[in-house]
């Protein structure tokens, strides 16, 4: 049988069926190249590029690949791009995710993987934060990822779909071979500006509030090395495959990190300096995000093997470097679909 990873050419889902192929498994890939790169996908990958919202297009992919599960990462993922433009978040995670849902269902797939986010908790009343706080997103994107996950358990009683959503932290740094990594233009990802400000690709960082309520003044994340998510997500699929039932899952290493503390661990890592600035709070940031993972760790299979920001640093680092070095001969192109 065969698993369909929606935006698997996409940073998270690249890493995914990096993983799954090395794991053995067949996997089918639909994507639609806006923020992917059909170089990331795997030799021998079948890619259908276009939009996981064309339930047209993933009917037919699950029925001509035979798959059996769904790991649904495709969507848009930006907190401040999302308080601009709302309804394209709706409109990219919400309205596609329901397609995937009605083709799933009528397909009869019963296991289902999707990626989900930390910005549904909004700003937690308690850290790190557990998987039964109350979901109050600060943002679209937040609340876009949050009416999935209660589409999703709709579905799942109604059309026996289990399920498990990785509510992700803050995910960060690339593979451990630097095969792949984050090669989006425009990335906002802290770690992926603060790399590229070491490899001298900015001028400076702007730290967006440096007045909170914290050790330092500046806001706390749980950073997930990108190739521990995901394994996560090939655990999450054996637990699915196993008979497990519907989950919902922090996924993070309940560890905080400042944004001042990250930057000089990138710089440490570099041994380089460079400008930092401070700029005002910025709506919908939250102010500290650390992950309660007892759940995950006794549900799931799954054992982190990076959960250190050095480690996660030094990945980022050398992924960058790799990509200056290919930019100085042939520019990664994304493939319009």
């Not at 996997?27 to 996908?41: M, P, R």
């Not at 996981?52 to 001509?64: H, K």
């Not at 007045?211 to 996560?232: E, K, M, W």
């Amino acid at each position: 049988m065969t698993v369909l990873v929606t935006g698997g050419a996409g940073y998270i889902g690249s890493h995914t069926v990096l993983a799954l192929v090395e794991a053995g498994e067949s996997v089918v890939v639909i994507d639609n190249l806006s923020t992917g790169f059909s170089q990331f996908v795997p030799e021998g990958v079948p890619l259908f590029i276009g939009d996981a919202g064309d339930e047209n297009l993933v009917d037919g992919v699950i029925a001509s690949h035979q798959v059996d599960a769904i790991i649904h990462i495709a969507g848009s993922v930006i907190v401040s791009e999302s308080m601009r433009d709302p309804l394209s978040y709706y409109r990219n995670n919400t309205s596609v995710s329901r397609s995937v849902l009605s083709a799933a269902a009528r397909r009869g797939i019963k296991s289902l993987v999707f990626s989900s986010t930390a910005a549904v908790y909004g700003n937690p009343d308690q850290v790190p934060i557990g998987e039964d706080a109350p979901t109050r997103p600060a943002s679209p994107y937040g609340r876009s990822k949050l009416m999935t996950e209660i589409m999703l358990h709709d579905a799942s009683i109604a059309c026996g779909i289990n399920y498990v959503t990785l509510r992700y932290f803050n995910v960060a740094g690339a593979d451990p071979h630097a095969r792949i990594g984050l090669a989006t233009a425009g990335a906002t990802h802290l770690l992926k500006i603060a790399v590229e400000a070491a490899t001298c690709q900015r001028r400076r960082i702007d730290v967006y509030g440096t007045d909170y309520p914290t050790p330092d003044g500046s806001c706390i994340r749980d950073f997930v090395h990108v190739a521990d998510l995901a394994q996560a997500h090939c655990a999450a699929l054996k637990y699915l495959r196993a008979g497990g039932k519907p989950v919902t899952l922090n996924c993070g290493y309940g560890r905080g990190y400042s944004v001042l503390e990250t930057i000089d661990t990138v710089k440490r890592v570099a041994g380089r300096n460079f400008a930092v600035a401070s700029a005002g709070r910025r709506p919908g940031d939250i102010m500290t995000m650390v992950a309660d993972t007892s759940r995950i760790r006794h549900t799931l299979d799954w054992t982190p093997h990076y959960n250190d920001l050095e480690t996660i640093a030094t990945h980022a680092l050398a992924w960058e470097q790799k990509l200056v070095r290919m930019r100085q001969g042939i520019e990664l192109q994304a493939i319009p679909a």
